[in-house]
Each structure stands twice: as C-alpha cells, then as structure tokens.
C-alpha cells in the first residue's frame, strides 16, 4: 500500500476532488415585497433505543477500505487521560460483510450488547437509493450545507478542521459507486488516511438523545394516564351514530382548476371535490408538505366530500413533488424562503377564486359557503394552516433560536433546519391570517420557533393538533405538545398516535424523496381511517356546527378507532406547569 500519497493528503488542503463553497387587504402589501424577492427564472418507527444506538455506533462505524490508495484506514479519537485510540476500516468491514468480530475490534465490541452490534451490522449495510446528482444537489441547498457541517464536527478531517468537505465528497462519491449510499461505502469514501472523532460531541449528542426520548416518553405517558381519566367519567353517547371511517352518504365529482397567486410565475392547480345533492356545502382546503402533491390527501378529500364538505386540495408550486424532482436531478432550484408566505397566499386566492365562482359560474353559483372554511394541512401544510388560522410569524424568537451556535446545539429537531430558513425574510406584519377559516387541522405541524408561544396564542379559532409519537421530522415534544398549552383558543384538541412517523398519515404515491421504510414506519393504511373519522368528527363539530358529532371529539372514542399499531391519546386541556411536572428530576 502506498504511504507517501496518504501522508501528503492528509497533511495538504482539502482534496481537489472536494467541491469548492457556493462562491383580500394584506394580499397587495405581501404580493408588492415577494415580487421583489422572487428567485430569477429558469432559477421502521425508530423507537428512543434504536435512534440512541443508531447514532452512537453509526458515528463510530465510519469507513471501509476498498480503493486502500483513496480510502480511510482507521477512525482515531482521544480519550483523556488515556491518550488517543484508533479502531481499524478493515475491522469494521470484516464485521460488517462477514459478522465476525476481530481480536482488535473484540476490544470495543465487548462493550456494548450483543442486540447492539446486530443494529449496528445493519446500519453498516443498509443502502439508501438515491443518485450522485440528488445528492450533490442537496448537500449545496442551506439545510443540506448546515446537515454537513454538524455532522462534520464529529466526523473531522483534523481535530481541529471540520470534516465538511470530505464529508461532502465521500457522499457524492459513494452514491456515485456501485455499492451505492450506504454508511460503510459513505465513509469508505472518506480521502483521508484516518478519520478523527469528535468523542466529546458524540458523546454529547448521545446525552441529548437520551434526555430528549427520556423526556418524550415522560411527557407521552403523563398525557395518556390524563386521557385515561376521562375515560370514566365519559359517557360513550357516540355508540349510536355511524362510524366515521368509512364514506358517508354523499356522491362527489373533481374538478380541476387553476388560478393566480401574483408571486407567482404560474397558475396554481387544485382538485376541488363536490358533495352531490346539497345546496351548499362549507369549504374544506387540505395544503400537502414539503416534496407532496394535492394526490397526497386525495383520499382525505374524497372521505370528507362523502360526508357533504366541499374540499380543495391546493398544490403549491415552490413545495411540490414536481418541483423537487426538477431539483434533485439538477434542472431547478431548492425552495426559498418566500415560501413560507406564498403558502399561505396560495391558499387565500383559491378562496377568492371559489367563492368568485359561487357567486357569478352558473356551474358553481350557491354550491360553495367560502365564509365557513375549514383547513387541513401537514408537515410545512401544518404551519401553512395554523398561519392561516391566525398564528403570527415570531421573528423574535427566530432570531433567539436561529443563530450558528444555539442552533448546532440544537442537533435533534429538524424542523428547525427548515423554520429557520425564515429568517431570511425582511421581519414584518405578513397577514397570512384568513378570516374566512374557522377551525384548523394540523397534522406534524412545525410551529415552536417559527410562531412560538406568542406567534400562536393569537389563534382564536378551533384547532386541532395531530402528533406522531415517533416522528423524528417534526419532534412532538417541541413542535405539537408544548406548542398545545401555547393555544389561547377554548376549542382545541391534541391526539397523539403511538408508534406514528412524519408518514404515516401520507397517501397516494411513494414520494420522490428517498425515505428509509424505517423512517415511514408500520402500514399508513392503518392510520388513514383514524385521521379520516377525526376530521370527519373535527369539521361536523366546528365548521358544520352540528353539536350531536361533538362526543367523537374524546378519548372513549378514539379508544374505538385504535387499531395497532397506531393506539390513540385525545386530550382538550394541558399546561407547560403538568409538563413540567411530568419531567421533573429526570436528567
């Protein structure tokens, strides 16, 4: 094996082969600033052990040789007072593609569980379908960059020179490889002899994810022995109405129109779903997350037309899964930060198109009440609207969270990489808030930074949050629980879904984003039919003002929906003080 050439490169300057640094009356006031800013054209639920091992040996687990010229050879980190330590490339790989464990590697191997180093000979192994092109795409975007240089502080090139660049390359360059994108090949990619881990910023970040799953689980159970309580004091008078998983009485048509946001360069489409047989049916509008499509909640919408709403399904432009396909093979640009007020507007002028249609298209005259809206959004749809709903933008706390180093030690909640591209905005009074909307549905919102306790306390309308247990995207703690007691509203509900991932509520197509099967979790046909009655439920209550759906709107029935692995937590009350509570002493 060659040493001069090892040796003169990981003494030198990154590698050439590592890519150089990116060398209604709000409507006009909002319409006025975004024209400005818009870009040029053509421009398996992982449970809190699993995610804790995965992180901590999937840092340790770093590369494996086989170009030996172009590979790692060993991962070296200090452990003082005992000096520096060193584990083989080769060990590693031996383990990972033959399961036996060397004498060398026998050293740390024995102290860990034997269920442990099979989670970590699976982590080694598992391939992540995804393109050289994606990739590099990704790893120049502003979240992709700050992903790098976090992980880039563990994963270092010197002890004192962040690993982003060789980090950078070894992805690109891995998924370039036959073997493909996975974390043994990412890291035999690394260019540089030894690999040096950051052992107190491991060791850090293993303490936080056992604090925030510690924490979770905590507040989670809290929560449900509450639910629990109400359960016997609950009379279970929804027994006698139908069951509203399944499609009510209403036939529906689509229809598919397109109408102008003035940010935008082109038209907006949307599925609108009509009830058949009603004179005029209230409004429901379903806004999809971040790489999703208006097919995503098609079977939402469709449930909901058969129990007589009338439901548009938005597709905005800058978010969408045509969009981020165009972007991941390289012929479009990421997202802007505009869009986190052009959402909203999308949705504001899909009313003023509806209801411009109710009063003068004979095809649609009288068929549409467009002052009785309800809105259903998830992920980036749920801050979408919960502004909507009123929710303020909280530059102030933005500017708190967002700087460099609060942020990098904030490594656990990704949402956060996204609510802080906002603070790329000029802070201003954005009325996003639409008067026509009168109860809101926001399945994984992110909201904790973006509005904070002061951005959403200003809703006053009902609301209702949906919060995956084992989402990892948007954590419930931080973005739906917490966030709960901030809500000043008297109408409001949290359900949390245990077992539930950021998808699990997704229908239609897999999305064009690379999502591992452990990330979507158990089989979101399981969980459909829960959101379906809960929104069903939700919207007979709060928009259709029919009181006799309210007792669907508890935990005894929720207990009837359940199916696992998806069991149901309802609650309507909740404060910072009982969360507080839930967790005191713990560390």
Not at 35 to 57: I, N
Not at 331 to 336: G, L, M
């Amino acid at each position: 094996m060659a040493s001069s050439p090892r040796q003169d490169r990981e003494t030198s300057q990154p590698l050439h082969s590592f890519k150089q640094q990116n060398s209604p009356a709000g409507h006009q006031k909002n319409r006025s600033w975004l024209q400005k800013m818009r870009s040029p054209k053509g421009t398996a639920p992982v449970g809190g052990s699993r995610f804790f091992f995965s992180l901590c040996l999937g840092i340790l687990s770093t590369a494996l040789s086989a170009i030996p010229a172009f590979s790692a050879e060993r991962i070296a980190f200090f452990y003082p007072p005992f000096g520096e330590f060193y584990i083989s490339i080769k060990d590693l790989e031996i383990f990972a593609k033959e399961g036996k464990i060397t004498p060398e590697f026998a050293f740390y191997a024995n102290r860990v569980k034997p269920e442990q180093l099979a989670v970590l000979r699976e982590l080694l192994q598992r391939r992540l379908d995804v393109g050289p092109i994606t990739i590099s795409q990704f790893t120049y975007t502003p979240i992709g960059k700050q992903i790098l240089r976090r992980l880039g502080q563990v994963l270092k090139a010197d002890f004192n020179q962040n690993g982003f660049y060789a980090l950078r390359s070894a992805f690109v360059q891995a998924a370039a490889d036959p073997e493909g994108l996975t974390l043994v090949n990412i890291l035999h990619q690394f260019p540089l002899r030894t690999i040096r881990l950051d052992l107190q910023l491991s060791l850090r970040a293993i303490r936080e994810v056992s604090y925030l799953f510690g924490r979770r689980d905590l507040i989670v159970n809290s929560i449900q022995q509450q639910a629990a309580d109400e359960v016997a004091t609950t009379t279970l008078k929804f027994l006698a109405q139908p069951d509203l998983r399944v499609s009510g009485q209403f036939r529906w048509r689509k229809e598919t129109i397109t109408f102008n946001n003035p940010n935008r360069e082109l038209s907006v489409p949307a599925d609108i779903y009509l009830p058949q047989g009603l004179q005029t049916a209230p409004v429901i509008v379903i806004s999809h997350g971040v790489a999703s499509d208006r097919n995503t909640f098609a079977y939402l919408a469709e449930h909901l037309a058969s129990w007589g709403f009338a439901v548009a399904l938005v597709e905005h432009p800058d978010t969408s899964a045509e969009k981020f396909q165009r972007f991941l093979t390289g012929f479009d640009t990421p997202p802007q930060p505009t869009t986190f007020i052009n959402r909203p507007l999308d949705v504001k002028y899909l009313l003023d198109e509806l209801q411009q249609k109710s009063e003068s298209d004979p095809a649609w005259k009288g068929k549409l009440n467009v002052q009785q809206v309800g809105v259903i959004g998830q992920s980036l749809g749920g801050y979408t609207v919960l502004a909507l709903g009123g929710a303020a933008l909280n530059f102030e706390k933005l500017r708190q969270v967002c700087n460099q180093s609060e942020l990098n030690n904030t490594s656990f909640n990704l949402s956060l990489l996204l609510q802080c591209r906002s603070t790329d905005l000029p802070p201003q009074n954005y009325n996003l808030q639409d008067e026509r909307v009168k109860a809101v549905l926001a399945v994984n919102p992110l909201s904790s930074t973006i509005f904070g306790q002061e951005g959403l306390s200003k809703i006053q309308v009902p609301v209702m949050l949906v919060a995956g247990v084992e989402d990892l995207f948007t954590p419930p703690v931080p973005e739906q629980i917490f966030p709960f007691t901030w809500l000043t509203t008297r109408q409001k509900y949290l359900v949390m879904a245990q077992n539930a991932t950021h998808f699990s509520y997704l229908g239609g197509k897999k999305g064009v984003l690379p999502v591992p099967p452990e990330l979507i979790g158990s089989d979101p046909g399981l969980a459909r039919p829960q959101l379906r009655a809960l929104s069903t439920a939700f919207f007979k209550t709060h928009l259709s003002n029919q009181p006799e759906y309210r007792p669907y709107l508890s935990q005894p029935y929720v207990n009837a929906i359940s199916q696992n692995p998806f069991n149901l937590t309802l609650i309507k009350s909740l404060t910072a003080a009982q969360l507080e509570q839930a967790i005191a002493g713990f560390r």
